[in-house]
């Protein structure tokens, strides 16, 4: 019996208090996001957006003065050409400067995102995170650049752009022709409608995408980690062949995208910048004939409008970066949450670093939990644990073993009742704090790829090689790895595929020696090895477990005779109704 079999847990992955669902903060943007791009980022980036626009609206005004110098049969002045130098020079720095500074608040905004998100993971655990190993994959890679791309690299950038078409017209006023600029002030009222209207009209399509790049990410890799189940089933034909099916749709998916991308630029393309720049032109021409403008202040006004219809070459970024970025950035919003856990809650009377004030070490009282809210595993469970004391829970598979422990371990918070955990009530106790009581070792040893004192440093990262040694002498494998050509480096493989399955349960509990918690939680360790593997790991067992409260979760006999008290977990449900 282990912590997956349990039906009642069985299709219900957010049931245990999880992220918050898709109405959680809706249209708000998480602090953990906000956060990750400091507000200077973009307000830099739209000051130098604003400062190569004007410094080149500077530019083409001189140049349109030097036009006329030259048509009048003079030359341009030292003093003009020193200006139009400095100005290029502006532009071309605040150009590039903006592009450096995009680049890399996205490449800080990325990090942080990423360390929240995972963070947020470690906080929730296992049982809240169980089954969404494809969607926590996507949204620690894709979502978190879509988002950090959205945020740092595109929102000041498109702030400034969309600014600074009328700080171009301010330059037009002031050095050429206010009349024309006013009346293309107007036109520039086109490029947000246009915009927003368009964002509306392909949030569909984009939503699609998404859902279409989630399953073809979360099917392969749940086809990678299934792959000897698959072969042995002789299934791997038909997943290959579903997987294939699930590609074309991403693929036809995304083309719609694009063709939506090439529609906006053609739309917006047709109905802005042609209609800009052809007014623009006739407003010059017609001044210039009637003389009340000068040949090179037409050409000048003609190069500022060409300036004016910038913003028309980051739409197609909107597409793109904008409308992904905020879905993306949703994405995470609901996942960070308030980065808290709702269901944690102080007042119960207990201090979140005290300790208990009782003789027990784990403590359930009056507890009643469950994975799903109309079908409760436990129902005013009461049960303790003395310091020191070692008890072996035991009973038939579903009736709520592993659900004990998921409770002790904060995994899972109960409806009604408490659990003590050192004197610590799981609902008001910080997560960490928590756990730095506990040691577990689960059925399945999850081994990391890397070495073997890589896996042993995963529980004390300051352990010493001799600090390692004698972990191992405690788990009754140090004999295994002293005749290993490569000793503590010895590579283990993925998941520990070259150890043998009896070794990979005493390297876990090696790493339960260095975890050093005085509370020990053994849920079912020796049921994935055969009886002759046992009797080493129950004799290991026994050495850690000396001078620590165990609770052992067993159902093999020989497992259950070392416990100082044996606890029926289904006669005590029984005695509560």
């Known amino acids: 019996m282990g912590i997956m079999v349990e039906p009642s847990r069985t299709g219900h992955p957010h049931s245990a208090g999880g992220p918050p669902g898709p109405s959680h903060q809706s249209g708000k943007v998480g602090e953990a996001i906000r956060r990750a791009t400091p507000r200077w980022v973009l307000v830099c980036s739209i000051g130098l957006a604003w400062a190569a626009a004007v410094a080149t609206a500077l530019l083409l005004a001189l140049i349109g003065g030097g036009v006329d110098a030259l048509a009048s049969g003079g030359r341009a002045s030292g003093a003009r050409l020193i200006a139009a130098a400095v100005l290029a020079v502006i532009a071309g720095l605040a150009t590039g400067a903006g592009e450096w500074l995009s680049a890399s608040a996205s490449s800080q905004t990325e990090r942080r995102l990423r360390q929240a998100v995972i963070a947020r993971v470690f906080q929730l655990g296992p049982t809240r995170t169980r089954g969404r190993t494809g969607e926590l994959l996507s949204m620690a890679t894709n979502s978190v650049e879509r988002t950090a791309g959205y945020r740092a690299a595109f929102l000041g950038p498109i702030a400034g752009a969309l600014t600074t078409p009328l700080l171009v017209l301010a330059v037009m006023a002031l050095t050429t022709d206010p009349g024309i600029a006013w009346r293309l002030a107007l036109l520039i009222l086109l490029v947000p409608l246009a915009i927003g209207g368009f964002q509306r009209l392909v949030r569909p399509i984009g939503a699609a995408y998404r859902r279409s790049q989630a399953r073809l990410t979360s099917g392969f ?3 990678v980690q299934a792959l000897d189940t698959l072969v042995y089933a002789r299934a791997a034909d038909r997943t290959a062949v579903r997987l294939a099916e699930r590609g074309e749709q991403h693929r036809r998916s995304l083309m719609r995208m694009l063709a939506g991308n090439q529609l906006l630029i053609l739309v917006v393309d047709a109905a802005f910048s042609l209609t800009v720049v052809v007014a623009g032109g006739v407003l010059a021409a017609m001044r210039v004939a009637s003389g009340q403008l000068s040949v090179g202040q037409g050409i000048a006004v003609l190069l500022m409008t060409v300036l004016v219809i910038g913003p028309v070459d980051v739409v197609g970024q909107f597409f793109y970066i904008g409308i992904a970025g905020r879905a993306h950035q ?28 009782t003789g027990d070490a784990l403590v359930l009282e ?52 408490r659990v003590l955990v050192d ?48 972990a191992l002498e405690v788990a009754g494998l140090d004999g295994d790895v002293r005749a290993m050509p490569q000793g503590l480096e010895t590579p283990v493989g ?13 390297l876990a509990i090696a790493r339960a020696v260095l975890r050093d918690a005085p ?30 409260t165990v609770l052992l979760i067993a159902h093999r006999p020989g497992a259950i005779l070392a ?4 606890v029926d977990l289904g006669a005590l449900l029984e005695e509560t109704r």
């Open 330 to 357: 949703r994405i995470l919003g609901r996942h960070l949450g308030s980065g808290k856990i709702a269901a944690r809650r102080s007042g119960t009377g207990v201090s979140q670093t005290g300790v208990s004030h």
């Open 519 to 548: 509370i020990l939680i053994l849920d079912e360790p020796t049921s994935e090895v055969d009886l002759a593997a046992e009797a080493g790991i129950l004799e290991a067992l026994g050495r850690l477990a000396r001078g620590r």
């Open 423 to 470: 004197g610590m009530d799981t609902r008001s106790t910080d997560p960490a704090l928590l756990r730095s009581r506990l040691a577990v070792v689960e059925q399945r040893p999850f081994l990391f790829l890397g070495s073997i004192a890589d896996n042993l440093r995963m529980a004390a990262p300051d352990a010493t090689e001799a600090d390692l040694w004698r």
């Open 366 to 417: 009056g507890v009643t939990a469950s994975w799903a809210a109309d079908r409760p595993v436990l129902s005013g469970l009461s049960l303790r644990v003395g310091r020191g004391e070692q008890v072996a829970l035991v009973g038939p598979s579903g009736i709520g073993k592993s659900t004990v422990s998921a409770l002790i371990q904060g995994h899972l918070m109960p409806a009604s009742g």
């Open 221 to 223: 890799l749940e086809a």
């Open 494 to 506: 993925e998941r520990g595929r070259t150890l043998s399955g009896g070794q990979a349960q005493r």
């Open 563 to 566: 416990a100082d008290r044996v």
